[in-house]
């Protein structure tokens, strides 16, 4: 591929324009194929001056990286496995590593490219093998959607601005590129613009300055291996040259990078059965990791980990009716959230943690019974099970009403 000149160039629709008053933009890209910098290695750059990139690091366990795409704050990338499971990754800037969260349930042998989450949270994939486009739930690596796209062109860069979804497209025999937008109902691609022809293997909007920035790494040419960066406005096809990325590495999947500080999702008060351990998951609606997690307040021995894990205490029957206080802080470079909560000892037979046993407990016995020798298979009556066995039948009724005093009165165990 030969890069155009400088000054305007018209092909079709398209216009290009080499200025550098555009608004910068924070960059980040993940090297897929390893021949310039090694699998995995994350560099981040201004878009306005990629040739002046910085090495966060290298995560050892990213590989064939072809999707990356900021969800609150949270860099989340997609590759794919021998085998051709898609792997979901958070990657950490601070320290240039990557934390595997899922791995996709269906099979897919193509390659991941694209990457966008949609305003829903769900995360785009394009499949150029199968000709596919997807979207998962990253968290558990389920398929939410998927349809078939065109069997020639091959879509290799996502990105939504608003409900609208921009693609890249390159066909086969290499005549064409081009940006356009796709149905993610019917995976129908609606050209736009010319872009020079070649591989675009990673793009984002960035909302600051109303730009696509797109990476092409010169793939199935003369031109690679390298990535240039571009810049496209997507309502007039008008696109600039931003400059090659060094050092040089291929980036095929590219994101602006979005800072944000945490926000915790509120902890409502909640109760714990004596001689029970206690254990709660504490998540945040956003925040940029990496995230620091510090138990301010807690009952001894509590604990909470890296993930906002909280465990470690199991309150005693004296603790029975006693109510403990948590507070918990999470905080980033840019800014700290707390949250606090209060957590009672109940008896293990107040089952609507009321403070005592009385019918409303009751209730729950009986839309658990399952009868003698029956197993009792739903998870929400497995508390109902008090003899021991694996039924809930007039034994497990005999000990709750030796224990059931009536509303008010505090149970003794």
């Known amino acids: 591929m030969t890069f155009p000149s400088p000054g305007l160039y018209r092909a079709g629709l398209l216009s290009m324009v080499i200025i550098s008053s ?31 990139a910085t090495v966060i690091g290298t995560a050892t366990n990213l590989a064939d990286i072809g999707a990356v795409d900021y969800r609150d704050g949270v860099l989340w990338s997609a590759s794919t496995a021998i085998g051709g499971r898609l792997l979901f990754h958070t990657v950490d800037l601070i320290h240039g590593t990557a934390e595997l969260v899922s ?3 269906h099979f897919h042998t193509g390659c991941a490219y694209g990457g966008s989450f949609d305003a829903q949270g769900r995360y785009w994939v394009s499949d150029n093998y199968h000709h596919q486009l997807c979207s998962y739930e990253p968290s558990t690596g389920e398929e939410l959607s998927c349809v078939w796209t065109a069997p020639d062109p091959y879509f290799t860069a996502l990105a939504f601005v608003g409900d609208t979804l921009y693609a890249t497209r390159y066909t086969g025999n290499s005549t064409e590129s081009k940006l356009g937008t796709m149905n993610t109902t019917t995976g129908s691609f609606t050209p ?3 872009l020079p022809v070649g591989w675009f293997q990673g793009m984002d909007y960035d909302p600051t300055s109303g730009k696509l920035i797109v990476a092409y790494t010169g793939c199935c040419s003369a031109a690679w291996p390298r990535t240039v960066i571009y ?14 990325v060094a050092p040089a590495a291929t980036l095929d999947a590219i994101a602006v990078i979005q800072e944000m500080p945490p926000i915790l999702v509120s902890a409502p008060s909640d109760c714990v059965i004596a001689d029970t ?9 956003q925040g940029t990791v990496p995230l620091s997690w510090t138990l301010l307040t807690g009952p001894p021995n509590t604990q909470i980990d890296n993930h906002g894990n909280i465990t470690g205490w199991t309150p005693t029957f ?3 009716n006693t109510t403990f206080t948590f507070e918990v802080q999470v905080s980033n470079t840019l800014g700290t959230d707390t949250e606090t909560w209060q957590t009672t000892v109940r008896s293990k037979l107040d089952f609507d943690c009321d403070g005592d046993i009385d019918l409303g407990d009751f209730g729950h ?49």
């Open 22 to 52: 555009v608004t910068a933009a924070p960059i980040v890209g993940i090297d897929r194929y390893g021949v310039l910098q090694p699998v995995g290695t994350i560099l981040t750059f201004d878009s306005n001056d990629p040739g002046h």
């Open 103 to 105: 791995i996709s349930v």
């Open 277 to 285: 351990a206690y254990t709660r998951q504490l998540k945040t609606s």
């Open 231 to 244: 810049s496209v406005d997507p309502n007039t096809g008008a696109y600039e040259l931003r400059g090659e």
């Open 365 to 413: 016995m009986q839309a658990c019974l399952s009868g003698q020798l029956i197993p009792q298979a739903d998870s929400e009556c497995q508390d109902a099970i008090l003899d021991g066995d694996t039924d809930v039948d007039t034994a497990d009724v005999a000990v709750f009403l030796s224990a059931m005093k009536g509303p008010g009165i505090k149970p003794a165990f």
């Open 192 to 194: 736009l613009f010319d």
């Open 318 to 320: 004296a603790d029975m």
